[in-house]
């Protein structure tokens, strides 16, 4: 057995490990279901690198069309690249964007786990083993099936070809995988789908409550009827629940491919990450800066959305300038909005943070907290490298980055023990 096929049968059992001995605050269904998903994809990913049409690990990565996708960073002579996948996400999109498990300032979707932790540490460690998971882990077993698909179906053509009764429309890029999906036996694909199923139930069950919610106590019992029963706050919910659903196939049959509803998402999010991060801090945002927000950021992300789906587009304008325009407009769109209406009641204000940080000031271990952040971030993405790393063979490189990763949590311990 390889060193790639150890590492990656192994991660499962660090993974259990970890979650049981430290994080028990984890929501045991999301555990199980990441685990089903981990030992799905895993397992599918050492079948079919060990094809014969891939050959296993060293000729898969030996091959000329694989090994010019393999670099950790794009290639600084193509802007057309560099700009999308590097300069936009570090200079514009982590501070500014809004997406659902990765939101900037916090938010419901993650709050609802850290809930469910045993206190604020196994809070903080569960959300800090979310993102290594999330980030670092789970995307590998995807990374190295995508790139076997690329000797099996080396362009859309032979997609095509492979699959002669399906839809041309629906041959995109994002096939390729469910396409090498096609390969593993009855058994093992069984396990995949089951894997499959259950993230995406797991997805679908978060934000159909989540919704419901939103509309029965922030807007039903709010400003419909305050004087609701349970029973019928129950009712609504339900009923929210399944307009929802149904809101949701429909936009679904006007998406090509994952990443229309992928761009899509971040685009309704532009613009609001830097609202969320500075509420913590500014008093002057108030209801109205969000709701401004939002309202115009879903507008700009409707009207690119439309004017791609068009024969003939209003404007043309690549997918990361529209999200930088989303960014630039929203923000000084609510910016205008919180200078321009009254804040919120110093009394309001108080309380929550009285409710929130209690007598101590919300500055206190400022310094190392920022420093925990950014010890927390680079620790996920050295990760990240240093796993694909191991698995292409630069053993030299992952352990440098394995040990950055370890200094990381070392200083987000000595954070910890600081702020106290």
């Not at 599918?44 to 960073?73: D, F, Q, R, W």
């Not at 096939?175 to 993230?199: D, E, K, R």
């Not at 929210?240 to 990443?259: D, F, N």
């Not at 761009?263 to 609202?275: D, E, R």
Request: glycine share 8%.
């Amino acid at each position: 057995m390889s060193s790639y096929e150890v590492l990656l049968i192994a991660s499962p059992v660090v993974v259990i490990y970890s979650a049981f001995g430290g994080l028990k605050g984890v929501l045991l269904t999301d555990f199980v279901q990441f685990i089903i998903a981990m030992v799905g994809s895993i397992w599918a990913t050492i079948y079919i690198v060990n094809m014969p049409e891939i050959g296993g690990i060293e000729k898969l990565l030996s091959t000329p069309a694989v090994a010019a996708k393999t670099a950790m960073l794009p290639d600084f002579s193509k802007p057309e690249l560099l700009i999308p996948l590097l300069i936009v996400p570090l200079a514009v999109q982590w501070w500014s964007v809004w997406y659902p498990g990765a939101e900037p300032g916090g938010g419901g979707y993650i709050a609802q786990r850290m809930l469910a932790a045993k206190d604020e540490k196994h809070a903080t460690w569960a959300t800090l083993f979310f993102n290594f998971a999330h980030y670092a882990l789970r995307p590998w077993p995807w990374i190295i099936i995508g790139l076997a698909s690329i000797i099996v179906f080396p362009n859309l053509e032979s997609l095509q070809a492979a699959f002669p009764d399906l839809n041309p429309a629906f041959v995109k890029n994002d096939l390729s995988y469910p396409a090498m999906l096609t390969f593993l036996p009855a058994g093992l694909l069984g396990i995949v789908i089951t894997s499959l199923i259950a993230a995406f139930m797991s997805t679908i069950s978060t934000h159909l409550n989540w919704g419901s919610s939103y509309v029965v106590n922030d807007f039903y019992v709010r400003f419909l009827r305050k004087e609701s029963t349970d029973k019928e706050q129950v009712a609504v919910g339900r009923i929210s629940t399944v307009m929802m659903m149904i809101l949701a196939g429909l936009l679904a049959l006007v998406l090509e491919e994952a990443r229309d509803g992928f761009n899509l998402l971040l685009s309704i999010g532009a613009g609001t990450g830097l609202l969320f991060i500075l509420r913590w801090f500014w008093s002057r945002i108030n209801p109205y800066s969000e709701i401004a927000a939002m309202l115009i950021s879903f507008i700009i992300a409707a009207f690119f959305f439309i004017n791609g789906k068009m024969e003939t587009p209003l404007v043309e304008i690549a997918g990361h300038w529209q999200l930088v325009l989303g960014v630039v407009i929203t923000t000084i769109g609510w910016v205008l909005v919180t200078l321009l209406t009254k804040p919120s009641k110093a009394e309001t204000l108080n309380s929550f943070n009285s409710l929130i940080f209690g007598k101590e000031s919300k500055f206190k271990g400022f310094g190392m907290k920022i420093l925990g952040f950014f010890a927390g971030v680079v620790g996920v993405y050295c990760s990240l490298f240093a796993i694909g790393n191991f698995i292409y063979g630069n053993n030299g490189l992952g352990f440098g980055l394995s040990t950055v990763a370890v200094v990381c949590g070392l200083v987000i311990i000595k954070s910890f023990q600081k702020t106290d």
